[in-house]
């Protein structure tokens, strides 16, 4: 069965340093999506891509997190500088778009210190 | 603004009987619900969707309940297993906003052996 791959599982980095997620999606897949979730509470949406465009930013905190998806395949989601309120779980989805469910990967449980 | 809704944070229930969670919705521009599975650790899994021209729709296990007069979501797992056991969460997707998808908090359902 395909899967989402993201990388690394687990992160744990000081707060001010940089620290940097990896999204594989589904082949064929043209939305991917990064989503936070924190500790008891429903995911929430950071960004939206369709192919390699932006689509919906509008939750992303801009000052500190970038998203990019340059060829349209593998996506990286980027904090710099890390806070303390970034501690979450990092869930990368993706989607053939539309009226679809999303495939989601394991996550990246982040840990700032 | 918009929301989704649980009724209830937990639930328990014995090993073999039916479960019901429920979710309310706020955004009566939605057409598009999905439910989904998310064990510890682990991202969510799609579970079943349904769309708003229908009212009921059946899986392996699973019915998603869908009444729109009252804005409400259910999903009914039928003999419960162990394996059931997780957080499920509801999500609701506006036929505006570009297809963003909106969760809620999640109801962890527990199976009693």
């Known amino acids: 069965e395909a899967e989402v791959a993201q990388s690394p599982r687990y992160k744990i980095t000081e707060k001010s340093q940089a620290v940097a997620f990896w999204c594989d999606p589904i082949?064929?897949?043209?939305?991917l999506y990064w989503y936070r979730q924190i500790l008891g509470q429903g995911p929430e949406l950071l960004v939206q891509?369709?192919?390699?465009?932006?689509?919906?930013d509008s939750q992303l905190p801009k000052d500190r997190f970038s998203a990019e998806r340059l060829k349209g395949v593998d996506s990286t989601l980027k904090i710099q500088p890390a806070e303390l309120g970034d501690s979450a779980m990092y869930l990368c989805a993706s989607s053939i778009g539309g009226r679809h469910g999303y495939t989601f990967g394991s996550g990246t449980r982040l840990t700032v210190v | 603004g918009e929301s989704v809704g649980l009724h209830l944070p937990t639930l328990s229930v014995q090993e073999g009987d039916n479960s019901i969670i429920n979710c309310a919705y706020s955004n009566s521009a939605s057409d598009y619900f999905i439910w989904y599975k998310q064990e510890s650790g682990k991202g969510p899994q799609f579970i079943i969707d349904?769309?708003?021209?229908?009212d009921k729709r059946q899986g392996q296990r699973v019915t998603v309940l869908l009444n729109k007069t009252v804005k409400h979501l259910s999903l009914q797992i039928a003999a419960t297993q162990p394996g059931d056991s997780a957080v499920y969460f509801c999500?609701?997707?506006?036929?505006?906003?570009?297809?963003?998808?909106?969760f809620g908090a999640g109801t962890r359902l527990f199976v009693k052996a």
């Open positions: 891509f369709q192919d390699e465009s932006v689509v919906d």
């Open positions: 999500a609701e997707k506006p036929y505006t906003g570009g297809f963003k998808t909106i």
């Open positions: 082949s064929g897949h043209a939305t």
């Open positions: 349904i769309r708003s021209n229908m």
